[in-house]
DNA sequence: AACGGCGGTTCAAATAATGAACCGATAACG
DNA sequence: CGTTATCGGTTCATTATTTGAACCGCCGTT
């Protein structure tokens, strides 16, 4: 393993649970040596990606993060436009509504709107999404280019549930669907007792950036109030849409059988 | 130069002016081999630090890093609440207004709210402030432990204008007379023509995490005005503190001559 | 006083990083 | 329309960095 991913996993040890982690508890669960974890971290510190509390001595995510998140985001500004409609979707629909990026060929979960209810879908946020187990990923697959969509396809599919959808020729299915609806749903595909529905965020280019989805107990969901989430959800990642671009974007390019 | 050493430079590489950049123009910038760069890139890409735009092959910052920064905030979340209430200092007095944090032993600007006017101060975000040149900093030495400040002012101390205090006895003074006022002032010591007034945002411990600092031109500086800039920086730096921890935090210590 | 855990350091051995040269593709130029 | 330059990316023998067992001093517990 490349010294520079040691010295990453490092960073994504610390979480919203664990925001501070000493010497020897890091370099045990990242699987390091004392020695090696600390000159990493000293390497990581001098750039402010981690900082060390002076008196506990324990280390923690660094300023340098924030700064360069804001770079990135000056650039694609996804949370701030998006937080306050998804705010909004979760309470007309009372379910947990999250946002996934796509980067680097998946999603990764930056936003949760979680549900007031007290039998709700628990989300997190850092959480990698599978393109072809959820309802965000089939949104994804429905709209990307045809290259990435078979790339994706090709290799070998991973179950996470026994409803998991593994077969490639299925899962097409499922995408051409939500290309031509405009939304996917996804039944339990990747967590028990999950059903939901989502739709592409379009960048500048007509291609998803990312997904929004609306996560509902199985036992609230059926078709019609999958329609009525679909609709909405498609208006959601339009307002989103047109917000990051100042235009109404069209996909480029829809699954097509 | 380690190799994370060398990874994370070119993570900040990447600015506001220039989000995006290809790989041989990373390279030479980095002053690194192209094959090297590239590897970097890849390990960096791994874990969505960078990314890579897949038409222009260009890189750029990845999502990942707004996941941990937004861990680190969560659990500082000192922008937040800062903002608005910069905003309303910046209104107040019509002068730029800038939020350092301090990390590893200096302090990085991470917010700045630009004066309206014409004539006005420019600050970057992500610039680095030294401790004795900037009111920023003093305003830190003025309430930090004793061995931090004893620390800083035993290195030479470099001169950015022919204004700079580079005497550690000089700078003491500066330093003892904020602690006495609660705010710093400093007239072009680290820029010519920019005069500043600061006061420091404290910790639940009552020693300074940050500054806040009011940047005029020393054309519209003057000892009537710096007093009430002080007054006026002094209260929003209090009403951050409290809204971080709660409560009013009371320095845990003076430097007193 | 003995113990165990902490953060931090050392240095010979082992492993990973390096970069000049190369490839194919694309864009710019006379 | 060939020539040239630059791009992103790759290769592999050489080289320099990383590694980790053993060590230190310190602190709180037993």
Known sequence: MSTVRKAVSLLE??????????????????????ATARRLLMALAEHRLVEQEPVSRRYRLGAGLTRLARIRDAQLPLLPV??????????????????????AGALLTIHVELSPKANRVNVNVGQILPLHGTASGLAL???????????????????????????????????????????????QGYEEGVHSVAAPI???????IGTVAIASPVSRADDSVAAVQGALVIEATRRITKQLIGEPVEPAERALG
Not at 202 to 208: A, I, K, M, N, Q
């Open 82 to 103: 998006a937080i306050p409609i998804l705010r909004e979707l979760s309470q007309q629909t009372g379910e947990t509504v999250h946002i996934s990026e796509y980067s």
């Open 141 to 187: 697959l429905a709209f990307v280019r045809e290259e990435i969509r078979r790339d994706c396809l090709r290799t070998p599919l991973a179950a996470f549930t026994p409803h998991t959808m593994t077969d490639a020729k299925q899962v097409l299915q499922a995408v051409w669907l939500a290309a031509e609806r405009g939304y996917s749903r996804s039944g």
């Open 13 to 34: 040890l610390f979480t919203l649970e664990e925001p501070e982690i000493g010497l020897s508890d890091l370099s045990r669960k990242a699987g390091l040596d004392k």
């Open 202 to 208: 379009l960048g500048s280019d007509g291609y998803p």
